[in-house]
């Protein structure tokens, strides 16, 4: 019989029981969603479990935070732990249900501190969600990090808001940008792992 692994795990840092300890389960605003998002962007770099991002899922009306998720690619190794994907599992799993736009269930929105990649726009498109909402887009995000976002269509945002998701862009955006550049620092120094930096063919 073959021997091959059966299962994965992808779970949240312990140190995320700190950062959310003081945490409202309901935040009316974006802005202040955004923040906390920024707060955990900037820890989860520093604490080594993966890249300067973070997500979470909040119904849009009630501000009640479903679920949050940052980036644990270097904790979990594998490559596919982005805060966007763990935010949505995390969601969909205190939901029950993989759809979180399905019949009957609160407008939900996935909140990033920057435009998704390309893994992680496929992963929102499908999730259920009827609202996105960024700190930012453009080439800054690669500049900075180093980090290779994919081959994202200009049109990325008229695609999610063709199937009824909407977009809301340039949410704190310049404390995006400052949580990125001080990780860029730390990358500067050899101080972290860029696991996703090769930009193309080599």
């Avoid at 309901?26 to 890249?51: C, F, K, Q, S, T």
Wanted: with cysteine; net charge negative; hydrophobic share 45%.
């Amino acid at each position: 019989m073959i021997d091959i692994a059966k299962e994965y795990r992808v779970a949240l840092p312990a140190w995320i029981d700190d950062e959310l300890a003081t945490v409202p389960a309901l935040i009316p605003g974006r802005d202040d969603r955004m923040r906390l998002v920024h707060r955990l962007a900037d820890r989860n770099w520093r604490e080594g479990d993966g890249g300067p991002f973070a997500a979470l899922v909040a119904e849009r009306d009630s501000g009640r935070i479903v679920s949050v998720g940052v980036n644990v690619v270097l904790a979990s190794g594998v490559s596919s732990a982005h805060a966007e994907v763990v935010a949505l599992g995390l969601a969909q799993t205190a939901t029950g249900g993989w759809d979180l736009g399905g019949d009957g269930s609160p407008v939900h929105e996935l909140v990033v501190n920057w435009r998704p990649c390309i893994q992680c726009y496929g992963a929102a498109m499908w999730s259920g969600i009827r609202g996105l909402v960024v700190a930012g887009e453009g080439p800054e995000l690669e500049e900075i990090t180093t980090f290779d976002e994919g081959p994202l269509g200009a049109d990325w945002a008229e695609q999610f808001e063709a199937r009824g998701i909407q977009v809301t862009r340039d949410v704190l955006r310049d404390e995006a940008l400052a949580v990125f550049r001080d990780y860029r620092k730390a990358v500067d120094a050899d101080a972290v792992t860029v696991y996703n930096s090769r930009g193309g063919a080599e």
